[in-house]
């Protein structure tokens, strides 16, 4: 059963398998922490979260960076209009996501990048395209020059070979008719946070954030990237401008990106005011978060969905059924009435194996879920009369279920409950460190130790020519 996502790069239907037959090194682009994250964005978040879940059943491992843009333009003037540090003012946001992100089920990636801690690197960057001459400098700003890079357009495939020389854009978001040259460092400007550097004082823009810490921890070129629709344009599309600018390189395969979650026909955006968070839901309407999940993969991320309450009453009730088919399970083992009912076990076999194919054809989630409920169809219809023998094979259907959309129960292991202890990623970066010099030291006992340990707090590693990589340990 091949695997086939539509790659916007290429604007086809493609087969995908990771650059080095093992492990899938994908990058996406993670909420700007101004606000609280809508629902919205965590349509596009759902999706990804499916997205590792079919990767994985499929065999590959992950290794999944997503950044936290914790500087830019909207950031910049909310926190200056509250008095806040960057920090202090974006601190909660990240957190409140992190927290809602545990409430809908969404497994944490490998790793967690946040923008303002990669300045340094992101000026480096700036700097090489200065030196390979795509930049020039304007009243203490640095723009990337689009008419150095031919090929710039050919993800949001635009024509843009009219474009005016030396016309400029200082915005991090822009419609296609403003595309001009980019800015990659900005000026300070009076009252605004800034970071006295080679380049100057000021900051980066938002798009050289995600081209260096994509290409930092992933590699020159990485297998998958993705985001909602509207980041094909400018972001993405400037994100390619840098990254092969810099190495001259395909910057990712596959580009996946999903389409939006509207109200009444428009996009559902904070700008609008048309938003719900999921604390809007979930703590203030009592709305079920696995209801919430399911009604945000209901429809393939290759369509807009419509948000209605209505099809979170439908959610709720679908998620009903799986929670009624483990307790009709449970009842069964527990009854202990002996020999299998024909044809059960088979039956919900298929429909798994279906289940997984729709997944597999481009993340299908509307035929993944309706067979999904067709095996509850089959549970329910063996009922009161499901035996002992039948029960593993309908509990083996919902763990099927479980792994790869989600919706049938909070799990364990692969999500961190809000009020987990939090990862020290310094820690565990020393102590890759650490075993890289015993390696090299010939200190093998040392080494295996290091591994060892932290094998046993839930973390593995992985050695590739880019280094030791670390992520968590998933249930399957
Ligand atoms: P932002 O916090 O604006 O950077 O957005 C975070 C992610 O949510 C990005 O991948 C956006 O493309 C995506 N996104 C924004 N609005 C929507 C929407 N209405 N529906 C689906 N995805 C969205
Ligand atoms: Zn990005």
């Known amino acids: 059963m091949a695997l086939r996502f539509y790659n916007t ?22 909420p700007t922490v101004y606000h609280y994250v809508h629902i919205g964005n965590f349509r596009t978040f759902s999706f990804q979260d499916v997205l590792r879940r079919v990767l994985r059943m499929r065999g590959w ?3 999944h960076v997503m950044n936290i843009t914790d500087v830019d333009d909207k950031i910049i003037r909310n ?10 003012y974006t601190e909660r946001f990240t957190q409140a996501f992190l927290e809602d992100a545990a409430k809908l089920r969404l497994e944490r990636p490998e790793k967690l990048v946040f923008a303002t801690e990669h300045i340094p690197d992101m000026v480096a960057a700036i700097q090489r395209l200065a030196e390979k001459r795509h930049t020039y400098e304007s009243e203490g700003s640095t723009y990337f020059r689009i008419a150095s890079f ?58 050289i ?12 070129t990485i297998d998958l990237h993705a985001g909602g629709e509207d980041l094909i ?23 996946i990106h999903t389409r939006f979650l509207q109200v009444d026909g428009e996009k559902m955006s904070k700008s609008k005011g048309n938003f719900y968070t999921v604390r809007d839901l979930v703590d203030g309407d009592r709305v079920d978060p696995l209801a919430l999940r399911y009604a945000l993969i209901t429809v393939p991320y290759g369509k807009p969905l419509n948000f209605t309450r209505q099809t979170l009453r439908d959610a709720a009730q679908n ?10 399970a449970d009842a069964a083992k527990a009854r202990g009435a002996k020999g299998a009912s024909a044809g059960f076990a088979e039956s919900l076999r298929q429909l798994a194996d279906e289940m997984l194919e729709a997944m597999c054809d481009d993340l299908n989630t509307s035929v993944a879920l309706a067979k999904a409920l067709g095996g509850t169809s089959v549970i329910f219809k063996a009922g009161d009369s499901m035996t002992a023998e039948d029960a593993p094979a309908a509990l083996a259907f919902l763990d099927e279920v479980q792994a790869l959309l989600g919706i049938v129960r909070p799990e364990h292991g692969a999500v961190q409950a809000p009020s987990a202890p939090q990862v020290d990623e310094e820690r565990i970066e020393a102590l890759i460190a650490e ?18 340990q932290l094998d046993a707090e839930g973390i593995e590693l992985r050695d590739t020519p880019e280094g030791t990589h670390w992520r968590f340990k998933t249930t399957p």
């Open 150 to 207: 031919p090929e710039y357009g050919k993800l949001s495939h635009t024509n843009f070979s009219g474009n005016v020389a030396g016309a400029r854009v200082d915005v991090d978001e822009y419609e296609k008719a403003d595309a001009r040259d980019f800015v990659l460092w900005k000026a300070r400007k009076p009252g605004e946070p800034y970071w006295d550097t080679p380049l100057g004082a000021g900051r980066p823009g938002w798009h």
């Open 9 to 30: 790069l290429t604007q086809r239907l493609e087969e995908f398998r990771p650059l080095d037959g093992e492990t899938v090194r994908m990058y996406t682009c993670g």
């Open 233 to 255: 344009f400018p972001h993405h599309e400037c994100e390619i401008a840098q990254s092969e600018s810099l190495t001259g390189k395909p910057f990712a395969n596959t580009w």
């Open 319 to 328: 998620v009903d059924r799986f929670r009624e088919c483990a307790r009709l």
């Open 61 to 63: 491992k992950l290794h």
């Open 209 to 220: 954030e995600c081209s260096v810490m994509a290409m930092q921890y992933l590699g020159e």
């Open 79 to 88: 926190a200056v209009a509250e008095g806040k540090s960057l920090k202090e």
């Open 435 to 452: 075993r890289a010099a015993a390696k090299k030291a010939r200190d093998f006992a040392r080494a295996d130790a290091i591994r060892a």
